[in-house]
C-alpha cells in the first residue's frame, strides 16, 4: 500500500437522497471544516494526490441550432468563430496519439450539435473503435441522444458520455432555451440504460446564486447512480455571448462547490474543468485539496485555451501530485 496517504478512513456512505437544506448547510461551513470534511471524504477513496488527465477534441465546431448562453459555438451568438464540418477519423486518431504520449488516459471528442444525425453515426462510431484500439478510454459529446444511438454508441465500444445540466433547474432557462432541463435528464437516462458511464457536471460563474450551484449537485447526487465524472467548469467569458460580462465569482465559492461535489459524490471523479486559464497556481491547489481529482490537459479545450503541459507539469511538481498511468487504479480497492 501507497505510505504517502491513509486509506484508512471507512469509506463514506453514498447516498441519493440529499436535501437542498443538508446540502446548503455543508456549503456553508466555515471553510475549514468544509475543506478538512472533503479531504477525507478523498482520502477515503482515492489517492488524493494522483490525477487523471482527459484531453478534447472539437470534432465538429460551431454553427450549433442551440442558444447555450455560454457558448463560443452557438449560431445565435456572434462570436466570430468558424464553424466547420465533421473532421476525418484519421485525424482524431492523429491527435488521439499525441494525448496518448503527452500522458492523457481518456479521450474527449466534442461535437457542437443538438443531437446527432444518422448520416454522421458512422464516423462517430469510427473514432469510438479507433481511440478505443488506442488503448485509451473513450468519451463523447455530441448533445441529446435517443436510444437507439446510445445503444450503437456502446456497441462501438464508448466508455463515457458527457452530457451537462449546466447549472440548476430554476437557473436553467435563464441560460437555454431551445431545449430544458429534463431533455438534458432523460438523455442522461438513455446514457444509463445503455451501460455508458455518465459524465455530468456544469458551469460556475453564470450570474447563478449560491442555492443555483447547490442544487445543481444535489440534482446530480440524487439521480439513481451517481455520474461517474463529475465536471465543474469556470465559465470563460466568450466576447459576443449573452454571458460575456459573468465569469467574475469569488475563488472560494469555486472551491466550496468542488468540496461539495465531492461530499455529495464520494466515489465519482470531480473534473476541475474550463477556466483553469483564469486561476492562480493557489486556487487549482485549494480545488484538488477540495477533492478534485482530473483535469482536462493540453492547449485546447474545444475551442478556448487551456494551460499548456508544461504549466501543468510545473503545478504538478510544485504540489507533488502525479498523473495517472493507465490502467492504474487511484481508488482505494477495499472502497470499491
Ligand atoms: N454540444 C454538446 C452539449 O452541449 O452537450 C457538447 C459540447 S458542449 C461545448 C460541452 C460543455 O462545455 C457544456 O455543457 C458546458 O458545460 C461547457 N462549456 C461550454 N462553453 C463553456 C464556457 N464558455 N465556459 C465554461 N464551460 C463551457
Ligand atoms: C465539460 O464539462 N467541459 C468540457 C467538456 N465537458 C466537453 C468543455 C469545455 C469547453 C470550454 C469552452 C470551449 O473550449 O469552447
Ligand atoms: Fe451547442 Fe453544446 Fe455549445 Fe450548447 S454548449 S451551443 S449545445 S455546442
Redesign the pocket.
Known amino acids: 500500500m501507497n505510505m504517502q496517504f491513509s486509506g484508512a478512513q471507512a469509506a463514506p456512505e453514498i447516498r441519493h437522497d440529499w436535501t437542498s437544506d443538508e446540502a446548503r448547510a455543508l456549503y456553508e461551513l466555515p471553510f475549514n471544516d468544509l475543506l478538512l470534511k472533503a479531504q477525507l471524504v478523498h482520502r477515503a477513496m482515492f489517492d488524493p494526490n494522483m490525477i487523471q488527465r482527459s484531453q478534447?477534441l472539437?470534432i465538429k465546431t460551431g454553427g450549433c441550432p442551440e442558444d447555450c448562453g455560454y457558448?463560443?459555438?452557438s449560431a445565435h451568438h456572434k462570436t466570430g468563430l468558424k464553424a466547420s464540418k465533421l473532421i476525418e477519423v484519421e485525424r482524431v486518431l492523429a491527435e488521439a496519439r499525441k494525448a496518448r504520449e503527452a500522458g492523457s488516459t481518456r479521450y474527449?471528442m466534442?461535437a457542437a450539435w443538438r443531437s446527432p444525425k444518422e448520416r454522421d453515426m458512422e464516423s462517430i462510431v469510427a473514432m469510438v473503435e479507433g481511440v478505443k484500439a488506442l488503448g485509451m478510454e473513450t468519451c463523447m459529446?455530441l448533445g441529446m441522444l435517443s436510444v437507439q444511438d446510445t445503444l450503437r454508441l456502446k456497441d462501438a465500444g464508448l466508455d463515457y458520455y458527457?452530457h451537462?445540466i449546466d447549472t440548476s433547474e430554476r437557473h436553467y432557462e435563464k441560460v437555454i432555451t431551445t431545449r430544458t432541463f429534463a431533455d438534458r435528464l432523460e438523455t442522461l437516462a438513455h446514457v444509463r440504460e445503455a451501460g455508458i458511464k455518465v459524465?455530468c457536471?456544469?458551469i460556475v460563474g453564470m450570474g447563478e446564486e449560491k442555492i443555483d450551484r447547490v442544487d445543481m449537485l444535489v440534482t446530480l447526487a440524487n439521480l439513481p447512480e451517481h455520474p461517474e465524472s463529475v465536471?465543474v467548469?469556470l465559465l470563460?467569458p466568450?466576447e459576443g455571448t449573452p454571458l460575456e460580462n459573468e465569469g467574475h465569482i469569488d475563488p472560494i465559492d469555486f472551491v466550496r462547490t468542488i468540496a461539495l461535489a465531492r461530499i455529495l459524490m464520494p466515489a465519482s471523479d470531480v473534473?476541475l474543468?474550463?477556466g483553469r486559464t483564469q486561476m492562480s497556481a493557489e486556487m487549482q491547489a485549494l480545488c484538488f485539496f477540495a477533492g478534485a481529482n482530473s483535469i482536462?490537459a493540453g492547449e485546447?479545450?474545444?475551442?478556448?485555451d487551456n494551460p499548456g503541459e508544461d504549466q501543468d507539469a510545473t503545478l504538478f511538481r510544485r504540489l507533488g501530485l502525479k498523473s495517472q498511468l493507465p490502467g492504474c487504479e487511484r481508488r482505494h480497492a477495499e472502497s470499491v
Do not use: D, E, M, Y
Open positions: 478534447l472539437s457558448c463560443s459555438q474527449c466534442g459529446t458527457n451537462n459524465c457536471g456544469g465536471p467548469n470563460i466568450v473534473r474543468s474550463a482536462f485546447t479545450l474545444l475551442t478556448k
